[in-house]
């Protein structure tokens, strides 16, 4: 394959996945899957992340995530520092806070069809 057809190929393959992970990315609200359908127990990992980025975007507590006056250590800061320079770049929206999982998403999709032999 040449470099120019392969270089091709995995553009293709990032827009493509970016596109597939990226379908319908406003439509569901933060925190709006549910863990328990049957108990209607939602999903609240998703509010705390996005409360801890805008939170960062909004005030600039860069170095230290905060939930509630609270550390937020639970999760690597690298996800709050790009959601919340996201927010900040584009505006609080759920898109913003949600683009890069989505772009590291087609990024690492990417790097396993670069690396697939053939």
Wanted: net charge positive; hydrophobic share 50%.
């Amino acid at each position: 394959m040449t470099r120019r057809l392969r270089a091709a190929a995995l553009a293709a393959v990032f827009l493509l996945s970016a596109a597939a992970f990226g379908w319908r990315l406003g439509r569901a609200g933060i925190g709006a899957g549910y863990l328990d359908p049957v108990g209607g127990i939602r999903a609240q990992d998703e509010s705390v992340y996005t409360h801890t980025a805008l939170r960062m975007a909004h005030s600039g507590g860069w170095l230290t995530p905060r939930f509630l006056e609270r550390l937020a250590l639970y999760k690597p800061p690298m996800t709050y520092w790009l959601s919340g320079a996201s927010a900040r770049l584009f505006g609080p929206s759920r898109v913003s806070v949600r683009l890069p999982a989505v772009l590291a998403g087609a990024a690492v999709a990417t790097l396993c069809f670069a690396w697939a032999p053939g």
